[in-house]
Nanobody, 130 residues
Framework: QVQLVESGGGLVQAGGSLRLSCAVS???????MGWFRQAPGKERDFVAR????????EYADSVKGRFTISRDNAKNTVYLQMNSLKPEDTAVYYC????????????????????????WGQGTQVTVSS
């Protein structure tokens, strides 16, 4: 059974850092992994994506230069290193798995759509105080 388990959320002051982890079952079977976030009363927004093989990455403009997505193939774990955090980064953060290898033929920013991802973790709260 596919399982994604996030950890690492918490309360941090503006300007601080956090590292989120997502433990992935059968990770090498996935095409890519994504991180999304959802603030209260708002839609779930794309944050970052990494291809499981090759490791190429994409980021939302709002986090470029501050967040870094990475993966450890041996540990089947995906990370989101978040630096220079701002109060507007406050949200529940979710990791998600894209298992469709046909997406290797796609172009454009299709990966930023939540509907692309087949499996989701339970989420971890990140709160940034001003």
């Amino acid at each position: 059974q596919v399982q994604l388990v996030e950890s690492g959320g918490g309360l941090v002051q503006a300007g601080g850092s956090l590292r989120l982890s997502c433990a992935v079952s059968e990770g090498t079977l996935y095409y890519a992994m994504g991180w999304f976030r959802q603030a209260p009363g708002k839609e779930r927004d794309f944050v970052a994506r990494i291809k499981w093989r090759g490791g190429s990455t994409e980021y939302a403009d709002s986090v470029k230069g501050r967040f870094t997505i990475s993966r450890d193939n041996a540990k089947n774990t995906v990370y989101l290193q978040m630096n220079s955090l701002k109060p507007e980064d406050t949200a529940v953060y979710y990791c998600a798995a894209d298992t469709d290898t046909r997406h290797t033929y796609y172009s454009g920013s299709y990966y930023s759509a939540a509907a692309v991802y087949d499996y989701w973790g339970q989420g971890t709260q990140v709160t940034v105080s001003s």
